[in-house]
């Protein structure tokens, strides 16, 4: 049932390149020029005619909520909000018929986000699920959806489901932006085409398995570690950190890399190890004087950087790369060696990987 691997994790890191065609499949026709969803074309208007979009979520999928915030906003130019399903439930929150909620879970079960979907309904909201679970309970109660088809997701710590959600909401970003004229039938092309070479790219980000297994020896016995991303990577960082508490029990933070300044880099010395998203595009030469400024104080970095890269090269401690895409895609592609070396770290700590301690795979109570 593992097909061959240790734990139901590590097949389901490895089955994304599978799983993000699967999201795709019969969805995105890049030769032809269109994005087919069915719940989005019917409800094109709602849509277009949005005040804003609100993204509620828990866990990882309210971090592939925040990697949304910055596609929707960037490429459809739709304002966006992104709640914690728990916190957007009980404080009031301003709701009109003129809102679009979005709602993301991979089990369609968890009991904030179901609740959080009822109470935009009560108010008028149009209610659109991004679930992986087909008949799910946030399936049922939602107006429209789409869903993720990454397959059964076994692990608690949520992998395939996460950058299959960053494809479906990519997807309708896509198709907005079309709908809505912002983008050029170039650009709009450009991003099909790009979409496409993704799970190759997956594949190849897989291949450097065997360095991360050798960082993963470097920093397993760390008490604390540092996760620092900026824009489409920021929320990468997010879940780079939760990936690493969840499963190793190892204290994690995942921050903006400007914040860093504002607090966390008091922390930083020659024990902390600090995991750095440093891609080509995404602000790339301030991240970079980040970096600087975590080698001054001796931190540990460990940079996930771009093909060929050799900035970063001269700076970090260990460098893992990752093939070139748009900014806006890199999220898919970072995302693959954090979830790989905190399943190391976990391994090489003797915890129970698929199923680490005091957690649930769906989290059915408040
Ligand atoms: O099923 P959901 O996507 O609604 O679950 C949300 C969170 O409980 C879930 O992502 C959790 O944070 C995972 N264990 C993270 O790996």
């Not at 959600?165 to 650009?187: D, H, Y």
């Not at 450097?208 to 620092?228: G, P």
């Amino acid at each position: 049932e593992k097909g061959g691997y240790d734990h139901f994790m590590l097949k389901e890191i490895y089955e994304q390149p599978r799983a993000i065609k699967d999201t795709y499949r019969g969805r995105l026709l890049a030769d032809q020029g269109i994005i087919r969803m069915a719940g989005i074309d019917q409800n094109m208007e709602k849509f277009l005619n949005a005040n804003r979009i609100i993204i509620v979520a828990c866990g990882t999928s309210w971090h592939a909520g925040l990697v949304a915030e910055y596609i929707f906003e960037d490429l459809a130019r739709i304002s966006v909000e992104v709640e914690y399903a728990s916190e957007f439930r009980y404080r009031n929150p301003v709701i009109t018929d003129k809102d679009v909620l979005i709602a993301i879970s991979q089990s369609g079960e968890t009991a904030d986000t179901l609740a959080a979907i009822k109470l935009a309904k009560e108010k008028g909201a149009f209610v659109f699920g991004v679930c992986n679970v087909v008949g799910s309970s946030i399936a049922r109660e939602t107006d429209a959806g789409a869903y993720t088809h990454a397959g059964p997701e076994i692990g608690v710590a949520s992998t395939k489901a996460f950058t299959t959600q960053i494809t479906v909401l990519t997807l309708i970003a896509l198709k907005l932006a079309k709908a809505k004229g912002v983008f050029s039938e170039s650009r709009y092309h450009e991003y099909l085409t790009e979409l496409e070479t993704i799970p190759s790219k997956v594949e190849k980000a897989l291949q450097s398995n065997t360095l991360i297994e050798i960082i993963a020896d470097v920093y397993k016995d760390s008490t604390n570690c540092l996760y620092l991303g900026r824009g489409y990577n920021f929320p990468v960082a997010l879940e780079g950190a939760l990936k690493l508490k969840e499963i190793s029990y190892i204290h994690a933070e995942g921050y903006p890399a400007a914040e860093m300044k504002h607090g966390p880099i008091a922390l930083i010395d020659e024990h902390m190890p600090v995991f750095v998203i440093a891609t080509k595009k995404g602000h790339y030469e301030k991240v970079v004087s980040n970096i600087q400024e975590i080698k001054s104080r001796k931190g540990k970095i460990i940079a996930i950087v771009t093909e060929g890269d050799e900035q970063v090269r001269d700076l970090a401690d260990h460098v893992i790369e990752v093939p070139e895409t748009l900014e806006s895609l890199t999220p898919l592609l970072t995302t693959i060696p954090l979830q790989l070396l905190s399943y190391h770290i976990a391994v090489m700590r003797g915890c129970n990987v698929d199923q680490p301690r005091n957690l649930a795979k769906s989290v059915t109570v408040e």
